[in-house]
């Protein structure tokens, strides 16, 4: 399913009206502030056909994978009511959002469990503005029916209070596995491999094709809802003009042949219509492409075979899209080294911070309204891709590029890289810090961040 607005639908929805139809609801729930919820959400079992007879069974929000899209005003306060129709305690994260502990979904803040049969209200103001997203924050460890590799994910975009618009179609995307196994190479340790591909709901060639006519301007808003693959994605014969990343504008926008996405990233990318044909945007993974991970762009009045041609080999920067000035000094640096503990062949590596495994990683300790320096440190021969509940942080210097403005709740540490990144403390209470891979976070690589 690909989701399409042009600019009059999405002003449209800014309505109070509108944002409260588009999730289904079992009735207006009321609770004891006699409020309405302005959405409701439903874990529960649901059937995916990614193609002819290729049907995922997972669990899913309100019958579906993705989830509805959640939009909502920059600044508005917001009620969500989540029903725990599966047999197990779930978690609802929101992922990029300013929620407060209790609030944003993580057991290790203090976010209750939704009971199996029960709900929970979720109450918090919708910022930062920008494209954000929702997902259960479930362990996973050795079920592979759980955590992010169920379909628990959906889009959760906050209407900037000024939207600059200059797109004529909008269109959120998410990449995505499903179908996973272990696998081991030779003596290495385990990991996650999948036997289904999809962009949203359905296959490459299956489901409807993304219509463009010569000459628009397309905003796509991707989003890596993978539980473990970093992504490359391209779209045969056009450029991305990369404007946003993790939501934030970026300070100098630029066009790329290709996107890299880490596990829970995303990128929003105008696309210029100014080639017509039949073409085909996905993986740059000739195997996961091919058997799923791409979605048809087809002009008007063009036909045949959708083209795939690969893009440019250039190395994916972050610095591509910052400023070269350098931002003030910081009031403190907290180094986060991160090292792999070999497990033993054939079974699942164990992750630290600084030399310990959650839970017993060292609390990150910071005080309200001063800065730090996160430097990360990646001695591992694997990348990570780092998230930080309830904040976002700057990028400043990057495998030894400075660059600034570049704001970002998840980024991605090459193996044996650093990367350092400037933190304002300014959202108290705890807050998880892991890698987004669901594996390395089930293993040992989390920590809590906590005011002092």
């Known amino acids: 399913m690909t989701t399409l607005f042009n600019r009059r639908e999405m002003l449209s929805l800014l309505g109070s009206a509108a944002l409260s139809s588009l999730a289904p609801r079992a009735g207006a729930l009321q609770t004891s502030n006699n409020r309405e919820a302005d959405f409701t959400l439903q874990i529960g079992p649901v059937s995916i056909e990614l193609a002819p007879k290729k049907v995922i069974r997972?669990?899913?929000?309100?019958?579906?994978a993705p989830g509805p899209l959640l939009r909502v005003p920059e600044g508005k306060e917001i009620a969500i009511d989540v029903h725990n129709q599966s047999d197990t305690p779930q978690l609802v994260h929101w992922h990029g959002l300013r929620a407060p502990p209790k609030q944003d979904g993580a057991i290790e803040e203090g976010t209750p469990t939704i009971p199996a049969g029960g709900q929970n209200r979720f109450v918090f103001t919708a910022?930062?503005?920008?494209?954000?997203?929702?997902?259960?924050?479930?362990?996973?460890?050795?079920?592979?029916?759980?955590?992010?590799?169920t379909g628990q994910f959906g889009f959760f975009y906050v209407e900037p209070k000024n939207e600059p618009g200059g797109f004529d179609q909008e269109i959120f995307l998410a990449l995505r596995e499903w179908d996973p196994y272990f696998s081991t190479m030779g003596d290495e340790g385990q990991e996650v491999a999948y036997k289904a591909f999809s962009i949203n709901d359905r296959a490459l060639g299956h489901g409807e094709p993304i219509r463009v006519n010569e000459g628009e301007r397309v905003m796509l808003r991707i989003l890596n809802a993978s539980a473990t693959i970093l992504r490359r994605i391209a779209i045969a014969g056009h450029l991305f003009e990369v404007c946003a990343m993790d939501g934030n504008p970026v300070p100098a926008p630029g066009k790329v042949p290709a996107l890299e996405l880490g596990p829970a990233e995303r990128i929003d990318a105008i696309v210029e219509m100014n080639n017509p044909g039949v073409w085909v945007l996905g993986a740059t993974d000739d195997h996961d492409r091919t058997a799923g991970m791409g979605i048809v762009v087809e002009y008007a009045l063009r036909s045949g075979n959708p083209i795939w041609t690969s893009p440019a080999t250039a190395r994916w920067d972050y610095t591509r899209f910052g400023m070269q000035s350098t931002p003030t000094a910081e009031d403190e640096r907290i180094p986060l080294i991160f090292e792999k503990k070999f497990a033993g062949s054939r079974w699942t590596d164990k992750w630290t911070i600084n030399g310990k495994s959650f839970?017993?990683?060292?609390?990150?300790?910071?005080?309200?309204?001063?800065?730090?320096?996160?430097?990360?440190?990646?001695?591992?021969?694997?990348a990570h891709p780092v998230h930080l509940h309830r904040h976002s942080f700057e990028l400043v210097n990057v495998a030894g590029v400075a660059t600034s403005g570049i704001l970002k709740d998840v980024v991605v540490i090459p193996p044996k890289s650093k990367v350092e990144a400037i933190l304002i403390a300014d959202n108290p209470g705890l807050s998880l810090f892991h890698c987004h891979q669901q594996l390395h976070m089930d293993y040992g690589f989390m920590a809590l961040m906590k005011y002092a």
């Open 359 to 382: 839970p017993n990683t060292d609390d990150i300790v910071v005080r309200a309204h001063q800065r730090y320096r996160l430097a990360f440190d990646n001695r591992s021969d694997e």
């Open 58 to 64: 997972t669990l899913g929000y309100n019958g579906k």
């Open 127 to 149: 910022s930062p503005a920008g494209t954000r997203w929702y997902h259960t924050h479930e362990m996973a460890q050795r079920h592979l029916n759980r955590g992010t590799y």
